[in-house]
């Protein structure tokens, strides 16, 4: 069963500081991995994707995140955090059997100035 | 091009009423998704539809649940006989044929049942 886990239900950063959300997954088959991020009371908008290729996948606002088969992960970062990042962080997964998003529980980022 | 549009933004419904929730896709999309934000909760896949068809309703409650894409017109995604467990959020999302393309939302339909 495809699935996506966030272990953190909150991560807590300075401004300025660097900022890892942690992802990881478990999909048969080669997995499509996105980021989406979730601002109170509004949609969910998307920031990036793994498909194939490079390792490395940079996003909207800064953000990027790195994909590794071995550990099934898919964290996403950013080198300097702003309080304006402050939001419900979703990681998803689409596996290869149809166009749904298997989503992970989010994680709520706070960042203080 | 305008994004992914839901309506009603909130709805209020009493126990045992109808809800029916809107969704436009995007301009060139053929594919839609529903999924629901419970309180305290992620969200999960309930529907996916192409035009006219369901393709996949996996995620969708077994009764008082229904959802279609007709041909002309918004998906819509049809609640019978509420109950106060079906108060979530709502949210719409479309995407291009492609399947590796990501799914654009829309802002969500909060629904309340009292």
């Known amino acids: 069963a495809q699935s996506v886990a966030q272990p953190e239900d909150q991560v807590n950063v300075a401004e300025g500081n660097p900022l890892t959300v942690k992802c990881t997954y478990s999909?048969?088959?080669?997995?499509?991995l996105f980021w989406y991020v979730q601002y109170p009371n509004r949609g969910l908008q998307f920031l990036l994707k793994?498909?194939?290729?490079?390792?490395l996948v940079k996003g909207s606002y800064g953000f990027e995140a790195e994909f590794n088969k071995s550990q099934t992960s898919f964290h996403l970062k950013k080198p300097s955090a702003l309080v304006s990042d402050s939001a419900l962080y979703f990681c998803?997964?689409?596996?290869?059997?149809?166009?749904?998003?298997?989503f992970g529980q989010g994680t709520e980022l706070s960042v203080k100035p | 091009n305008a994004g992914v549009m839901q309506n009603p933004r909130h709805l209020v419904r009493r126990r045992g009423q109808e809800a029916r929730l809107r969704c436009s896709p995007m301009?060139?999309?053929?594919?839609v998704y529903w999924y629901r934000q419970l309180p305290e909760e992620g969200l999960k896949f309930m529907v996916y539809?192409?035009?006219?068809?369901?393709?996949?309703e996996s995620g969708m409650p077994k009764e008082r649940f229904s959802a279609e894409f007709p041909k002309e017109g918004p998906s819509i995604l049809r609640i019978q006989q509420v109950v106060r467990g079906d108060s979530a959020a709502y949210f719409c999302?479309?995407?291009?044929?492609?399947?590796?393309?990501?799914?654009?939302f829309g802002p969500g339909t909060r629904l309340t049942v009292t």
């Open positions: 539809l192409q035009k006219e068809n369901i393709i996949d």
């Open positions: 793994y498909i194939t290729g490079d390792n």
């Open positions: 301009k060139g999309h053929s594919h």
């Open positions: 999909v048969s088959g080669n997995p499509y």
């Open positions: 998803a997964v689409k596996g290869n059997q149809g166009g749904k998003l298997i």
């Open positions: 999302a479309s995407s291009p044929e492609h399947q590796s393309y990501e799914q654009y």
